[in-house]
């Protein structure tokens, strides 16, 4: 598949799926056209041999799994994990707030966003509501108000001579998104109403009495593009880490049937990954568990796998080298990233490399590596936390990027697929991979 190609789907992709609900049912989606079985976490399952299933957690998190023709503690489960989540604004449970005529919505701040580029945006809404119904029922489905609703206004240079020089940004005070120019005397409506009223213009056949609470994200409408002379890069929102969403999707959908093989994409890494359908949590441990009842077998099944964590890498930035240790910085375009760090803050360790860098061999695919400065903090992913939790072996890698946790993000044309290229490889590898 070429790279084109594949960015085509990638794009889609990202621009379908503004928050991690909207994420995992597209996924799930995607399985199930490609003949993947959905399992229900409250009823019994029977998982055969030769069988593709999917199941979904909060939804916002989804597990897809090739139960393969080989003997499970003899070759395996070649095992990837990404994370639906990103940084955002989130509205507050009572948002409405009226000010100097104009009324808008109050916000927290989700993970470790980059303040500054969210200001002057197109932004809108989306996410999950819940609702009860004209029977009485507590339900709930998803909601995109899709137009810009909202945006987050600078101040002008001419109110802070500092701004270029000197300037931080206060949450609370400073990025209430502004919604409408209030009418006077003219009662608004609640944001409770406004997502009854936009619930029933999405979704034909609701029956909503009353919308009883909500997880809303804000959003930049700008579509995702190929951009740069050449179209060398890949601007989006939300490529950490969506974009390991899918490759790893598109990988497992092209898997290999005799080799068993699980895509595991966690929602709430940005904020620790301590939630039920989080890294953290148990879901990943209670599916291999349901899996492989009988201890034995399950520890040697996990004994002969390997989990690869597929999670952004910081790109060397042209403009900030200097952030960089001298040997280890990325270029976009140039492959696939192994993260490495000596504290643990990734899983990789020699063997899982090793093995990574094989099969990027196989597939022609180059390969880089990434350290942090000694003297600078690394970040994390889901890969240690998997590893301590279900005591997998693990590797993180990941595309390089610049803009990491910005609104809109940047990667390289070609990683993506070079990515994709590897798991392909991976998930056919006929070697238990755990103990390769």
């Known amino acids: 598949m070429s790279s084109q190609t594949f960015n085509e789907g990638l794009l889609d992709f990202l621009q379908a799926s503004p928050t991690p609900f909207h994420a995992a049912s597209n996924i799930a989606a ?36 090739v139960y393969g023709k080989e003997s499970l503690p003899a070759s395996g489960i070649r095992m990837v994990g990404a994370h639906t989540d990103s940084p955002c604004l989130k509205v507050k449970p009572t948002p409405e707030l009226s000010r100097q005529g104009y009324a808008q919505v109050g916000v927290e701040v989700y993970g470790g966003a980059l303040l500054a580029p969210w200001f002057d945006r197109d932004l809108s809404m989306a996410g999950r509501v819940s609702y009860r119904d004209t029977h009485g029922r507590i339900r709930s489905a998803l909601v995109d108000f899709k137009a810009p609703v909202a945006v987050v206004p600078s101040l002008a240079i001419h109110l802070d001579r500092e701004a270029n020089r000197q300037r931080s940004i206060n949450p609370q005070k400073e990025m209430a998104p502004l919604l409408l120019s209030e009418t006077p005397g003219a009662d608004q409506p609640e944001f409770r109403e406004r997502l ?12 909503v009495d009353q919308v009883l609470d909500f997880e ?20 989006s929102a939300r490529l950490d880490n969506l974009l390991s969403c899918y490759v790893g999707l598109q990988s497992l959908i092209d898997a290999d049937d005799r080799y068993s093989s699980l895509l595991v994409c966690n929602d709430h890494e940005e904020v620790g990954s301590a939630s039920a359908c989080g890294a953290k949590g148990p879901m990943l441990q209670q599916f291999l568990e349901r899996l492989l009842p009988e201890v034995e077998t399950r520890m040697q099944t996990i004994d002969a796998s390997l989990m690869v964590s597929a999670d952004n890498a910081h790109g060397v930035h042209p403009n900030f080298s200097d952030r960089h240790d001298d040997n280890h910085g990325p270029r976009l375009n ?11 803050r990734y899983a990789t360790t020699s063997e899982s490399s090793a093995l990574f860098r094989d099969l990027a061999e196989r597939a022609q695919v180059p390969v880089q590596t990434f350290v942090s400065r000694t003297d600078m903090e690394c970040g994390s992913t889901i890969g240690p936390i998997t590893s301590s939790e279900v005591g997998v072996k693990t590797l993180d890698v990941g595309v390089p990027t610049f803009a990491m946790h910005s609104i809109r993000e940047l990667a390289g044309r070609e990683d993506a697929c070079y990515l994709y290229r590897v798991l392909n490889e991976y998930y056919r590898y006929p070697h238990p991979p755990g103990r390769s």
């Open 30 to 65: 995607e399985l199930t056209r490609a003949g993947f079985q959905p399992l229900a976490e409250g009823e019994p399952w029977k998982l055969e041999p030769g069988g593709k299933y999917w199941v979904m957690r909060n939804g916002s998190s989804v597990i897809g799994f």
């Open 196 to 207: 009854k009223t936009q619930l029933l213009s999405q979704h034909s056949g609701l029956e």
């Open 216 to 235: 809303i994200s804000l959003y930049d409408t700008q579509p995702p593009a190929m951009i740069g002379m050449a179209q060398d890069f890949l601007a």
């Open 334 to 344: 140039f492959g696939p990233v192994i993260k490495i760090n000596a504290n643990q």
